[in-house]
């Protein structure tokens, strides 16, 4: 049974079977690659996902649930490793002279550009 029913599915695409199984009261939906998801009527009516900051044509997850008083963020771009060094430091209650001796010593790493 198991080697015909593996027989039977792949004798059409997913597309074919999703057409097949439209509009029934099957449980039965295509598996969706991320582009297609995003491009999905369904999660864009619901706002699914969001562009990916700095990376053209390429979709993610936005927060879910969307609530109204904690709604969560939208994509952001990715950190930049090294890009907060000295903030951060000095945020722990180090000195900017001391973020600036562990620089020039080369014990801390900086990113000289923030994306």
Same mark, same amino acid.
């Given at each position: 049974?198991?080697?015909?029913?593996?027989?039977?599915?792949?004798?059409?695409?997913?597309?074919?079977?999703?057409?097949?199984?439209?509009?029934?009261d099957a449980c039965c939906v295509p598996?969706?690659?991320?582009? +297609?998801?995003?491009?999905?009527?369904?999660?864009?009516?619901?706002?699914?996902? =969001?562009?990916?900051? #700095?990376? &053209?044509?390429?979709?993610?997850?936005?927060?879910a649930p969307k609530l109204q008083r904690?709604?969560?963020?939208?994509?952001?771009?990715?950190?930049?490793?090294?890009?907060?060094?000295?903030?951060?430091?000095? +945020?722990?209650?180090?000195?900017?002279?001391?973020?600036?001796?562990?620089?020039? =010593?080369?014990?801390? #790493?900086? &990113?000289?550009?923030?994306?």
């Amino acid at each position: 049974m198991k080697q015909r029913f593996a027989e039977i599915f792949q004798s059409k695409t997913r597309d074919e079977w999703a057409k097949i199984f439209a509009n029934t009261d099957a449980c039965c939906v295509p598996v969706l690659n991320p582009l +297609e998801a995003a491009a999905h009527p369904h999660n864009q009516m619901r706002r699914s996902f =969001e562009p990916t900051p #700095g990376a &053209s044509g390429l979709y993610e997850p936005a927060p879910a649930p969307k609530l109204q008083r904690t709604p969560g963020l939208s994509p952001r771009p990715s950190p930049v490793p090294g890009g907060d060094t000295r903030t951060v430091l000095c +945020e722990y209650g180090f000195s900017g002279e001391e973020v600036a001796n562990l620089l020039k =010593e080369g014990v801390l #790493g900086e &990113s000289k550009s923030k994306l």
